[in-house]
Nanobody, 119 residues
Framework: QVQLVESGGRLVQTGGSLRLSCAASGRTFSGYVMGWFRQAPGKEREFVAHIVWNNNYAYYADSVKGRFTISRDSAKNTVFLEMNSLKPEDTAVYYC????????????WGQGTQVTVSS
């Protein structure tokens, strides 16, 4: 019943900015961790960032630290990923995911949105 729908991906120039959105529905997400992952062609899916819904604690992969910001709007049940100073290596399909704080594995996933950074 949980649904995660990403949007906002598009073609952008190197150095540009983009904001991705993840609309979450199906339940209240208190007690959940919301994450962003990405997968580039020929590569494994990798962690980008997560936010703990209840306390707003954010954590980032080293590759995006200082450039990306994850946030949430509790009233709208929406998670955002603000992407700045984009590089060609940021090109990937970006996925939104969710898990209970007490669980080790993300078990809800969105369909992905394509981000392409041109050099």
């Amino acid at each position: 019943q949980v649904q995660l729908v990403e949007s906002g991906g598009r073609l952008v120039q190197t150095g540009g900015s983009l904001r991705l959105s993840c609309a979450a529905s199906g339940r209240t997400f208190s007690g959940y961790v919301m994450g962003w992952f990405r997968q580039a062609p020929g590569k494994e899916r990798e962690f980008v960032a997560h936010i703990v819904w209840n306390n707003n604690y954010a954590y980032y992969a080293d590759s995006v630290k200082g450039r990306f910001t994850i946030s949430r709007d509790s009233a709208k049940n929406t998670v955002f990923l603000e992407m700045n100073s984009l590089k060609p290596e940021d090109t990937a399909v970006y996925y939104c995911a969710a898990r209970l704080v007490i669980m080790p594995k993300y078990n809800y996933w969105g369909q992905g949105t394509q981000v392409t950074v041109s050099s």
